[in-house]
């Protein structure tokens, strides 16, 4: 439990310093991903809803301390983008599973592969949406640029986390089988 903890904390620190001072450098067409957001979703398939709202918070709030751009915009859309994301895309409980067969629904949960990609899909969407509207609010009248950077940054973010998603549950000990008792 305790090196579990450890990886997480860890995880959650280098989450920050990833997206505070990586992204920059790893731009395409002057966009660059969004790791943070790319990595959360990661956890959340892998870790679960809870874990997810302590690392997105914990970013967030690092992020608005450290790289303040609107007010307490950071501490705000990080958990609302990665929450939603994480109650489509997070396991479901066997009590959740059983109800849903119950009442007639498809039981099975999705590939964790493909619900990592579309969990970080949905919590990107969100977050350039939110900014667009943002932007459109302040007075500023959207063109084709702001669209296409836009598109650009939820493609890239969620390629980027289909390609993390391996090593961090790799790291993280999601391949590993549990020994029968």
Known sequence: MVK???KFAFLTLLCY?????LSQYLSLWDVAPNIALAI?????V???RKYTFVM???VGYLLELMLPTLPYIN???YPVCAMLGSLAFSDKSELKLEEARTLGRRAGNLPPHLR??????VSITVFETVNLMYVYLSGIQLDNGHWSRAVI???YTTALAGALQFPIRWWLGVYKLKKAR
């Open 116 to 121: 990592t990609m579309l969990c970080a899909l």
């Open 153 to 155: 940054s939820v493609v």
């Open 75 to 77: 501490v705000i859309l």
């Open 40 to 44: 959360i979703a990661v956890v959340s």
């Open 46 to 48: 892998a870790m679960g």
């Open 4 to 6: 579990k903890g450890l």
């Open 56 to 58: 997105s918070v914990t």
């Open 17 to 21: 310093l990833m997206q505070s001072t």
